[in-house]
C-alpha cells in the first residue's frame, strides 16, 4: 500500500503551523506528499487524458472534501466520491452509512459558504471561521455516542 510520509520540502511550514487539533501528526500529518510508484495504468489513463497524476488526486481530495474550492459543476462528482466512500466501509466501524451521508452534507453546506468574490481580507476572516467551526464539527461528529473508541 503507497503510503503518505510527512514531506521533507514542507518541514519549514510544519515549523511555522502548529496542528488544529493535537492527533494532526504523523499518518494524520496535514502536510504530506506520495512517496511511492503510482500504479502503471493509473498513469496511463493520466497520460491519455492529459491531466497530470498530482491533478486526478488533488481533484479528489478537494471533492471529497467538499470545500469551497473548485465547486462548479462537481456536484455530482462529488456525490459519487461521498458513494465510493461508503462503498469502501471508510468509517463504518465507527458510524452508520446514514451518519456518513449526513456528515458530508454538513461539511458540503459549509464548502457552499466560501466567498467566491470576497476581498482577501474578508476570506481571511472567512478561512479562520472555517477552521473553528470544522473542529467543532470534528469533535461534535467524534464524540456521538455511535462512536466507539
Not at 503510503?3 to 502548529?18: D, E, F, L, N
Not at 473548485?70 to 462529488?78: P, V
Request: aromatic share 16%.
Amino acid at each position: 500500500m503507497r503510503q503518505m510520509v510527512p514531506s521533507a520540502r514542507m518541514k519549514k511550514y510544519r515549523k511555522q503551523i502548529k496542528p488544529e487539533l493535537e492527533w494532526q501528526t504523523g499518518a494524520y500529518n496535514r502536510y504530506v506528499e506520495w512517496e511511492g510508484m503510482l500504479p502503471y495504468s493509473f498513469l496511463l489513463m493520466a497520460k491519455l487524458a492529459g491531466v497530470t497524476p498530482d491533478n486526478i488526486v488533488s481533484d479528489f481530495m478537494d471533492n471529497l472534501s467538499c470545500g469551497g474550492w473548485k465547486r462548479k459543476g462537481r456536484e455530482k462528482a462529488r456525490q459519487h466520491l461521498v458513494e465510493y466512500f461508503i462503498e469502501h466501509g471508510y468509517g463504518q466501524k465507527h458510524y452508520k452509512a446514514k451518519d456518513i451521508r449526513t456528515m458530508f452534507r454538513e461539511l458540503d453546506a459549509i464548502g457552499m459558504l466560501w466567498p467566491e468574490n470576497g476581498t482577501s481580507k474578508f476570506t481571511g476572516m472567512h478561512a479562520k471561521w472555517r477552521n473553528k467551526y470544522y473542529a467543532y464539527w470534528f469533535e461534535k461528529w467524534y464524540n456521538k455516542l455511535r462512536r466507539k473508541k
